[in-house]
């Protein structure tokens, strides 16, 4: 066993071989994901609470067909449905529910860092769903598992990361997961969408997407949100996307083998094409097919504690 | 505070008197006569028939200080008793040593007019334990539109002005400001912030920022307006006196303002010479603050300017808040930290560390804030009320914020290894406080 910790929260806190295991983990349960009868009785009898206080769709969904397919039994509560909206503080919800004797909580948040706040006060396992800005450890993993279904290894590989990396917990996640992999990343976006000191992290930075493209093994595309023009950081998304948007005339200066990801959801047009999104070199829906086998993993070695 | 109607004969024996104000600095005793400072000197005689009128301290081995103030904290009465009361901090204050305190005006209601100034005043004299100088409010319930009545103010008791917890945004105004205050002879004290800036702001920005996912506050959004407040008080001639410096650039620009003649004062609390934004990565709301905790070189800066003279006061910018504001999302508690009882631990770690002399660090917390805020205090003079703080400065203990007399906890510093302490403070010749041993 190579995973001896009551929560999985972050990517930065993991050495290479808890990656690893947990790879390798969520292969071997691709292949329940192809069964006709796709359900494994592990986790029979223990409760996994969905805890999201943020909108998601494939996250929330995916991590419930994991933990089903895991035989569990699962509860989503989400900010809109449950007393959240009534004013009752994170931690009380917490000390409710854990009253309830769940085994795994999976936990989604607008702020930063509440995942790590809440696992310091419950005895059960927490699984950090994305936190703010901060970190998506499921998300890193299950791009790392979709590189790897395409690419012999990681070590050596150009990661190129586009877009609004200031808000993306998916893009800090990655580059932890990456870096720690062996993988060179650079991130490219208008300055305005790139954090201070990014390069601290082990990334490199670009403004200039055309220069970077060539180079690239894989290029994520990350999503832009349309408030983004409210907030002073883009003065159009018609500039963004003629200067930072993924089309058919840009993936012609990539290599032939370049891997196109996304985390989605995906604004087409905007920060991604959909000849991009939906040609031959996109991964983008084999991401969320693994998406339900890292969660599998992750739930399996936390569920099993 | 009452009026002291049984004023305390005391002589307090062989101390090292540390009195800035007047330079000196050697042992001595201090007389202490119907509430009054009668006699600091090496010799003190008070005939036989007298000895017994006279209460004696043994004061070997401790410093024997000004009466200790703090001119910047929150009380939060009126209106958030729940954080904190003027009996319990003042109750606070003095178990830090501290026999003034300047509270700001962000209560519920504002203190913008007399009756708000008279109440706390009233409160301070019926409840309190330690001298109390409201702030007012610059603007009317800290809007930011129009001014508050600094005359009506002033004579109520007022010993300053701030809109402090917010910037006051409009540069028109606060030129007014100055100017108006100047009629009056209020110090106008400026919380530096530009809102545009900080927006959305969590903690400083920089690598550590980028790494938490939390938004970031630059250093120029409190050097914006810093930079804004020293050119105003060059225009107007009026003194301004900055709150809360962290950065190093604020450092730098309050050094340069000064040598051109510029008449800025500056102050800076102890966990911006302290703490850092490394402590941040654990997401706890305890060292949630505003200005935020900066990085090392701001540190370093900060007791530079400590140093050099171009920070004249350490204060604490107490600020009591409950679980129900820090208990909480890193991201929707509060801001804010309480100070009033690790302060002067934190002071003299300046001392011990060889930023400042004793005498400098003293002045910090008694000549300086006097001066700025105008007050007849922090001297050992002939014939002033006997404000006096007796310290310990070599003990060692731990921090426990569990056994404050504030009624708030949110203390970053609890379970610090520190050295020194108030062991005993007086007020107008009243014992208020002496330390369990």
Redesign the interface.
């Known amino acids: 066993m190579h995973f001896n910790r009551k929560d999985l929260l972050g990517i930065?806190e993991l050495d290479v071989s808890e990656i690893e295991y947990l790879l390798d983990l969520s292969r071997s349960f691709k292949e329940i994901n192809e069964r006709s009868i796709k359900k494994v009785p592990t986790l029979r009898g223990k409760t996994i609470i969905h805890l999201f206080y943020e909108p998601s769709t494939r996250t929330r969904t995916s991590f419930d067909i994991a933990a089903k397919r895991l035989s569990a039994d699962t509860y989503s509560i989400t900010a809109s449905t449950s007393s959240i909206v009534k004013g009752e503080?994170?931690?009380d919800t917490l000390k409710n529910l854990e009253a309830m004797k769940p085994d795994v909580f999976v936990i989604r948040?607008?702020?930063?860092?509440?995942p790590?706040?809440l696992a310091g006060r419950t005895t059960a396992s927490v699984i950090n769903a994305g936190?703010?800005?901060?970190?998506h450890p499921s998300q890193a993993l299950l791009d790392m598992l979709t590189i790897l279904d395409n690419k012999k290894s990681l070590r050596g590989l150009n990661v190129l990361i586009v877009g609004d990396i200031y808000h993306s917990?998916v893009a800090?996640s990655n580059i932890w997961g990456l870096t720690k992999m062996g993988a060179n990343v650079v991130v490219c976006g208008p300055a305005t969408l790139i954090?201070?000191?990014?390069d601290?992290?082990g990334a490199q930075v670009s403004h200039r997407l055309d220069q970077c493209i060539p180079e690239a093994d894989v290029i994520m595309v990350l999503r832009l949100q349309k408030e983004r023009q409210q907030q002073m950081l883009l003065p159009s998304l018609r500039e963004y996307s003629a200067w930072y948007g993924m089309n058919g005339e840009r993936l012609k200066r990539a290599k032939k083998d370049v891997l196109i990801m996304h985390p989605g959801p995906i604004n087409r047009g905007v920060e991604i094409s959909p000849e991009v999104a939906d040609g031959p070199c996109s991964v983008i829906l084999d991401q969320v097919t693994n998406g339900v086998a890292v969660r599998m993993a992750l739930l399996f070695v936390l569920g099993q504690r | 505070m009452k009026p002291n109607e049984n004023p305390a004969n005391l002589i307090l024996r062989n101390g090292r008197v540390i009195d800035p104000a007047r330079g000196f600095d050697a042992v001595a005793s201090v007389l202490i006569e119907n509430g009054k400072v009668v006699e600091v000197g090496a010799n003190i005689e008070i005939g036989t028939e007298r000895r017994r009128e006279f209460e004696q301290i043994d004061a070997g081995d401790k410093w024997i200080v000004p009466g200790l103030i703090d001119m910047h904290v929150h009380l939060r009465e009126p209106g958030e008793e729940y954080k904190e009361t003027i009996s319990s901090g003042t109750r606070a204050a003095v178990a830090g040593g501290f026999t003034s305190v300047a509270c700001m005006p962000n209560t519920h209601p504002v203190n913008d007019c007399a009756a708000v100034t008279q109440f706390i005043l009233k409160k301070a004299a019926d409840e309190g334990v330690c001298r109390v100088f409201p702030v007012a409010a610059i603007s009317k319930g800290l809007e930011g539109r129009n001014l508050s009545e600094f005359g009506d103010l002033r004579a109520a008791g007022a010993a300053a002005v701030s809109d402090d917890g917010r910037p006051v945004e409009g540069s028109l105004l606060m030129r007014r400001a100055l100017e108006y205050a100047k009629t009056f002879d209020l110090p106008v004290i400026s919380h530096c912030e530009d809102l545009g800036l900080s927006a959305g702001g969590l903690m400083n920005?920089?690598?550590v920022?980028?790494?938490?996912?939390?938004?970031?506050i630059p250093r120029a959004a409190e050097e914006v307006m810093a930079a804004r407040d020293i050119l105003l008080a060059e225009l107007t001639g009026a003194r301004v006196h900055l709150a809360h410096i962290s950065t190093a650039g604020s450092v730098a620009l309050i050094r340069e303002a000064k040598k051109r003649g510029i008449p800025v004062t500056a102050e800076t609390a102890p966990h911006y010479f302290t703490l850092d934004e490394e402590l941040l990565s654990?997401?706890?709301p305890v060292y949630k603050v505003n200005p935020p905790l900066r990085a090392r070189e701001d540190i370093e800066a900060v007791k530079a300017g400590l140093r050099d003279g171009t920070i004249d006061v350490i204060a604490s910018d107490h600020a009591p808040h409950s679980t129900v504001e820090k208990?909480?999302?890193?991201?929707?508690a509060a801001n804010g930290m309480i100070g009033l009882e690790s302060s002067l631990p934190l002071i003299l770690r300046l001392v011990s560390d060889g930023v400042l002399s004793p005498a400098e660090a003293i002045a910090k917390v008694t000549q300086n804030p006097a001066r700025i805020l105008s007050i007849p205090f922090g001297a050992l003079s002939k014939g002033a009320p006997a404000d006096l703080t007796l310290i310990d400065p070599r003990v060692k203990y731990t921090i426990d914020a569990r056994k404050f007399a504030s009624k708030s906890r949110n203390c970053p510093f609890d379970g610090m290894e520190v050295q020194g302490r108030a062991v005993m403070t007086i007020v107008d010749g009243r014992v208020v406080f002496t330390a369990a041993d």
């Open positions: 930065n503080t994170v931690l948040h607008s702020a930063s860092g509440a790590w706040m936190d703010g800005m901060h970190e917990r800090r954090p201070p000191n990014i601290s992290m | 920005e920089g690598r920022s980028t790494r938490l996912g939390l938004r970031g654990t997401f706890d208990d909480l999302e890193f991201e929707y």
